[in-house]
């Protein structure tokens, strides 16, 4: 009598994520070896169990399988840590041989990420107290150097806090941090999975939407009464804001140029506002 064929097992998460439909090329997601992974089953589990909140990413191979594999998805999930789902991994780089995936990696942050329902509080708090809190929002910037560097300049314009997109959004590992010089340390950055829904919940809390945005309908922020409790929206680099998020700014602003160019970097961009916005904390206002 012919042995039965054994079948395969199949687990929650492949259901749930597809396989690679027939005929499609399997594709390799490389990633190089840095100071900002962590790497293997159980390091990333324990991890997450301990610490979730110093991580930024799971990248998760579909080609492995088994019970520890879906149990940090799960884990993952439950403390909203952004999943990436790839259909296999490769470490490169130096030492990248030696180093054992096991079908998951995990992007280290390096600051301490602060969770929404926190900063809200906070915000509310302070404007129940009579201040004036300012908050820079990054849409989707996917350049580590931008991020970086307009987390910097928040810290020294004295913002109170820094909103980032879980998805589409650089990591806050290494080069982020270079680029910081030191200012993830000392800010509040929390990352969000909805942006649009995130920002109505501050303008509930008391915040007024500004939108950097050069478009014809946009005011001159050297017009722009910004002495007031707000989010300042910066776009990614190229796209900008998304059209969902522009419907939720109370106003959009931009920066008046002399030149052929028509725009800034993202990072200068936010500088520039951000620091218009503390002259104006110590002027009183507009002048």
């Not at 492949?14 to 990633?31: C, P």
């Not at 000392?186 to 809390?205: F, G, P, R, W, Y």
């Not at 028509?262 to 936010?270: E, T």
Request: charged share 25%; glycine share 10%.
């Amino acid at each position: 009598m012919a042995q039965g064929r054994k079948k395969k097992r199949v687990f929650p998460s492949d259901r749930k994520e597809g396989g690679r439909k027939g005929g499609r090329e399997k594709r390799e997601k490389r990633v190089r070896l840095s100071d900002d992974l962590l790497w293997g089953l159980h390091p990333v589990s324990e991890a997450l169990s301990q610490g979730a909140d110093r991580i930024s990413e799971v990248i998760v191979a579909r080609e492995h399988h088994g019970g520890k594999r879906e149990e940090i998805i799960q884990l993952a999930k439950e403390a909203g840590v952004k999943l990436s789902f790839v259909d296999s991994l490769r470490l490169t780089g130096p030492d990248s041989a030696t180093a054992r995936h096991q079908g998951v990696i995990a992007r280290m942050s390096s600051a301490r990420l602060l969770a929404f329902s926190e900063l809200v509080e906070k915000f509310s708090h302070l404007v129940q107290q009579g201040k004036k809190p300012r908050l820079l929002v990054l849409d989707s910037l996917q350049d580590p150097h931008n991020l970086g560097a307009a987390i910097r300049s928040a810290h020294g314009a004295g913002m109170d806090g820094v909103v980032i997109t879980r998805e589409r959004s650089a990591p806050l590992g290494g080069t982020a941090a270079k680029s910081a010089a030191g200012a993830l340390a000392h800010m509040d950055i929390c990352q969000v999975t909805n942006l649009a829904d995130s920002l109505e919940e501050l303008k509930k809390a008391g915040a007024w939407v500004f939108g950097a945005l050069k478009e014809r309908d946009s005011q001159s922020v050297y017009e722009t009464d910004f002495n007031l409790p707000l989010c300042l929206v910066i776009g990614s680099e190229g796209k900008g804001i998304r059209p969902l998020i522009r419907k939720k700014c109370d106003l959009l602003v931009s920066i008046p140029m002399i030149g052929e160019l028509d725009s800034l970097n993202s990072s200068v961009a936010a500088a520039v506002i951000m620091f218009e916005t503390l002259r104006q904390r110590f002027s009183g206002g507009v002048s």
